[in-house]
């Protein structure tokens, strides 16, 4: 079996694997408790194989051959995870940094999970690579599955939310 269509260079496959590092660690972040020392170390792991997932991503035109969805969504994922970052190294704004903070580095995560969801449909052979193009059927196994996972963590987000605001209260305080 040929896998030539996973990695076709050496920035596809730094991509592929801070891609791996970012999963793992945002997932470890969301999980364990917040403030600590490894939360914080584990955070900046997250930041910083993020921010080589999106310069690589950046550089990337194998799909279309020019701009595509997939940059516009990297721009959009540049933007949360500076809002995530710069309330907590400003401690700004004085009275809800914290839970800023968290709020935009859950979407990170969150929209990082929607990114894997996208990057597995792109990779089906028999959807796009047989065909050289993406195709009604990628777009919407690709669009399906990004919406259940991007809802998922709207519904999580909303349920918890208010339980996770008063931790942020006491610990701001």
């Given at each position: 079996m040929n896998f030539n269509y996973l990695i076709t260079?050496?920035?596809g496959l730094l991509h592929l694997i801070v891609s791996i590092v970012a999963l793992v660690t945002g997932s470890l972040v969301l999980g364990m408790?917040?403030?600590t020392k490894n939360h914080k170390r584990i955070g900046y792991v997250y930041s910083?194989?993020?921010l080589l997932v999106l310069v690589?991503?950046?550089?990337?035109y194998n799909l279309f051959g020019k701009w595509g969805i997939f940059h516009w969504t990297a721009l959009v994922s540049s933007l949360t995870i500076a809002c995530g970052l710069i309330p907590i190294f400003t401690k700004r704004p004085k009275n809800n940094f914290i839970s800023?903070?968290?709020s935009f580095m859950y979407w990170s995560v969150i929209g990082l999970y929607g990114a894997f969801m996208a990057e597995t449909f792109v990779r089906l052979p028999k959807i796009v690579v047989e065909s050289g193009i993406p195709n009604t059927m990628f777009y919407n196994m690709t669009g399906i599955a990004v919406s259940i996972t991007m809802g998922l963590g709207a519904y999580f987000f909303i349920k918890l939310k208010p339980k996770w605001e008063k931790t942020f209260e006491?610990?701001?305080e």
């Open positions: 260079d050496n920035v408790t917040k403030g910083l194989a993020m690589t991503a950046f550089t990337m800023i903070h968290f006491r610990k701001e």
